[in-house]
Nanobody, 122 residues
Framework: QVRLHDSGGGFQQAGGSLRLSCAAS????????VGWFRRAIGREREFVAS?????????YADDSDRARFTISRNNAENMAYLQMNSLKPEDTAVYYC??????????????WGQGTQVTVSS
């Protein structure tokens, strides 16, 4: 099973940008899809974006996320990323990367990172 470590969170003002990173080890990262999820205080965990094993397919939660966020991966380096632009206070949450061993990015996601906090001030 692939092990994931996510990082890159922090504090940012509204309108700013952050890039989250997901480092993988063990397992078969290159054949796994990767997803990003987030959980805000008082809310359920929600899907943000995912990318198939070869990067050929990407999925986003909604049009707003698609316009502001970009998910990508580098299989040679066992890394995945979530570039977040035009951040809003409502993007404040703990963000998690996850792996889908099925490879398509549609779940289920069976390996999870520990989470990285993103805080956006207004």
């Amino acid at each position: 099973q692939v092990r994931l470590h996510d990082s890159g969170g922090g504090f940012q003002q509204a309108g700013g940008s952050l890039r989250l990173s997901c480092a993988a080890s063990g397992g078969t990262f290159s054949s796994s899809a990767v997803g990003w999820f987030r959980r805000a205080i008082g809310r359920e965990r929600e899907f943000v974006a995912s990318i198939s094993w070869n990067g050929g397919q990407t999925y986003y939660a909604d049009d707003s996320d698609r316009a502001r966020f970009t998910i990508s991966r580098n299989n040679a380096e066992n890394m995945a990323y979530l570039q977040m632009n035009s951040l809003k206070p409502e993007d404040t949450a703990v963000y998690y990367c996850a792996a889908d061993s099925g490879g398509r990015g549609l779940g289920p996601f069976d390996s999870w990172g520990q989470g990285t906090q993103v805080t956006v001030s207004s």
